[in-house]
């Protein structure tokens, strides 16, 4: 049982490139969320999906977005990387609206930095 | 929309000794939890303790404990016995069961135990 697991650990992107950063957990949990982390701040929700098939925005969705692939999997993606968006990413997943089971459990997060 | 507030940058205790962190937070919402995570430098994002806010009674896991104050939207965490483990990033986080079960997080307060 990995709980959540996220990929790639480190990236470093130039201005204007794209990439994907990859979620998947093996909780079984309905909803999934992705955050973003800046220094010395708290998380920031960016997107989440509260069940397959369904996304929703966060607090900062700007230059983003994302797939529910599957209960499994939840990916976000940067079409056109910033320096702004240099930060910490973190994925996390729960059970949405199961009381006592919708505590979020986190990814041990992506570094990213954008040149 | 709510607001999450740690007024405590940084703090400091002496190994086996108690100490208290500071949370308050603004919302119209009456379906919510809250929780303590902490940081360590590996940035996992580990759970501490959480409250529903329904209960009455303040939680406890061992030596982590929570002073809830519903009418004063105040949630502080003590920590007893304090143990050099103990040092990281404390995060106050409030969780929107209307809204996805949506995180909003302050912005932490970094606690260093002394030998």
């Known amino acids: 049982n990995a709980g959540v697991t996220q990929t790639p650990k480190f990236q470093v992107l130039k201005t204007g490139q794209s990439m994907t950063l990859q979620c998947a957990q093996d909780?079984?949990?309905?909803?999934m969320y992705w955050y973003r982390q800046d220094p010395g701040m708290g998380l920031r929700l960016i997107y989440y999906?509260?069940?397959?098939?369904?996304?929703d925005k966060g607090e900062v969705p700007n230059g983003y977005n994302v797939s529910r692939l599957n209960k499994r999997e939840f990916s976000l993606r940067l079409e056109s990387a910033a320096p702004s968006q240099t930060s910490v990413y973190f994925c996390?997943?729960?059970?949405?609206?199961?009381?006592?089971?919708?505590?979020?459990?986190f990814g041990p997060g992506t570094r990213l930095t954008v040149l | 929309a709510q607001t999450v507030t740690q007024s405590q940058p940084e703090m400091s205790v002496q190994e086996a000794e108690t100490v208290t962190l500071s949370c308050t937070y603004d919302?119209?919402?009456?379906?919510?939890?809250l929780f303590w995570y902490k940081q360590p430098p590996s940035r996992q994002m580990i759970l501490v303790i959480r409250?529903?806010?329904?209960?009455?009674q303040n939680a406890t896991e061992n030596r982590f404990s929570v002073n809830f104050q519903k009418a004063a939207k105040s949630f502080s965490l003590k920590i007893s016995d304090s143990q050099l483990g103990d040092t990281a990033m404390y995060f106050c986080?409030?969780?929107?069961?209307?809204?996805?079960?949506?995180?909003?997080f302050g912005g932490g307060t970094r606690l260093m135990v002394k030998p």
């Open positions: 919302t119209s919402e009456n379906n919510y939890y």
């Open positions: 996390a997943s729960t059970n949405y609206g199961l009381a006592g089971e919708d505590t979020q459990y």
């Open positions: 986080a409030f969780m929107n069961r209307n809204a996805g079960n949506m995180l909003t």
């Open positions: 909780m079984n949990h309905n909803s």
């Open positions: 409250q529903e806010a329904y209960k009455q």
């Open positions: 999906s509260a069940s397959e098939g369904t996304t």
